[in-house]
């Protein structure tokens, strides 16, 4: 049975590899070319002339970075994925988590509709969506978002956080809480 699953698996990994070299497939925030190692691994998978769906313990590994969920769906005619099952995306030190990710491999985005949280080593945030632009190297959280970075808490309804930098720029009314001090700025209760 272990051979069996090394030939689908080997199968599987060329028929992914072939679609990365046509550009169908990239990770988000790639920097290479196309042409890089992209593994897809799951319990069962289904391969059509246009779509791919994994489901169960699924893992997708490239040089970038891994996603994580329990079921992906891939429509290479519109360029876009879906991952389910408590996906969790971890790339260049950040964790993104959500209810599902809705993928763009196009413009290389990813979009959290609900439940969204992001973490680094110093920087926490949750918010009820996110959209990871990988293009561009941030991320952008929106309704009740909370960030909490080196103690000071920032609340809001929309947060630019830049992934390179963790610069954190907050639109529209916002409250910083600094620690220790009890200064707030932003809204009054």
């Not at 992209?38 to 699924?58: P, Q």
């Not at 970038?64 to 329990?70: E, F, L, N, P, T």
């Not at 005619?77 to 408590?86: F, I, K, N, Y």
């Not at 630019?160 to 529209?172: A, F, H, N, P, R």
């Amino acid at each position: 049975m272990v051979k069996r699953r090394r030939n689908n698996g080997l199968t599987i990994l060329v028929t992914i590899l072939l679609l990365v070299n046509l550009g169908s497939i990239s990770l988000l925030n790639a920097k290479e070319t196309p042409k890089e190692k992209f593994e897809i691994l799951a319990n069962e998978m289904v391969l059509d002339k246009d779509t791919l769906i994994a489901k169960g313990e699924v893992k997708i590994t490239t040089e970038q970075g891994k996603m994580i969920g329990d079921r992906f769906e891939a429509d290479n005619l519109e360029s876009r994925g879906l991952l389910t099952g408590d996906p969790l995306l971890i790339n260049e030190g950040w964790k993104v988590s959500g209810n599902r990710f809705e993928i763009n491999f196009d413009k290389e985005e990813v979009f959290v509709p609900q439940n969204a949280h992001i973490e680094s080593k110093t920087l926490v945030a949750d918010a009820k969506q996110l959209l990871l632009l990988g293009k561009k190297e941030e991320v952008i959280l929106t309704g009740e978002v909370t960030v909490i970075n080196q103690k000071r808490k920032l609340t809001g309804d929309k947060v630019v956080i830049d992934l390179q930098t963790e610069k954190i720029k907050s639109m529209g009314r916002s409250r910083l809480t600094l620690p220790g001090d009890g200064l707030n700025s932003g809204a009054e209760e």
